[in-house]
């Protein structure tokens, strides 16, 4: 195992409750992929194999994050932590050893086999379907222009109607969609050529 002493700085150099889980991981690190190397990234400890990322830990002022690339959905992130662990505040709340050594060599397999990290499909985009009180505001020639635009476009006029809170805003905001696409334009036709 070679100990990068930058990494070494970034332990002592955190909060003292910071400092026992992000030894732990390391050392689970070095448990489970004997061959992973030491390095910084984005200003935090990260491990590598093959030359690719397999592993990053980061201490804040009240927790510490654990990420295990391609580990899945970060679970963290929704409550405002950026690991797959959540916010871990002490060494009591730290994941179980076992599973992170498995997530850790089934990583490192995967960069064996050259195969990248498995990744969630895209949902399917599905057409926005226009209200009616905005369909009945336009004119024949903005509807064929409101036709002609790409689902992106359309969703984009569909989602600002539809998202006025109050009556009024909703009926200014038909009002000035119809003009626009009479005129053939774009939602954010104002920025085009910024």
Do not use: N
């Amino acid at each position: 195992m070679t100990r990068d002493a930058r990494i070494d700085d970034y332990i002592a150099s955190a909060a003292p409750f910071a400092r026992p889980i992000l030894e732990r991981f390391r050392a689970i690190v070095h448990s489970a992929v004997p061959g992973a190397v030491e390095t910084i990234k984005w200003g935090a400890p990260y491990f590598t194999a093959g030359g690719r990322i397999l592993a990053g830990m980061a201490a804040f002022e009240a927790h510490a994050a654990l990420i295990v690339e391609g580990a899945g959905e970060r679970t963290g992130m929704a409550g405002g932590g950026m690991g797959h662990y959540g916010k871990i505040a002490s060494i009591d709340q730290f994941p179980d050893e076992r599973e992170l050594a498995a997530a850790l060599a089934a990583r490192a397999a995967q960069i064996g086999t050259g195969a990248a990290p498995s990744r969630k499909p895209a949902a399917e985009r599905q057409e926005p379907v226009p209200p009616a009180d905005l369909l009945a505001a336009l004119s024949p020639q903005a509807r064929t222009t409101f036709e002609a635009f790409t689902l992106s476009q359309r969703r984009e006029y569909v989602d600002w109607i539809v998202e006025a809170k109050r009556a009024e805003t909703r009926s200014r905001r038909i009002a000035q969609a119809a003009e626009w696409l009479a005129e053939g334009k774009p939602r954010h036709w104002k920025y085009r050529d910024c």
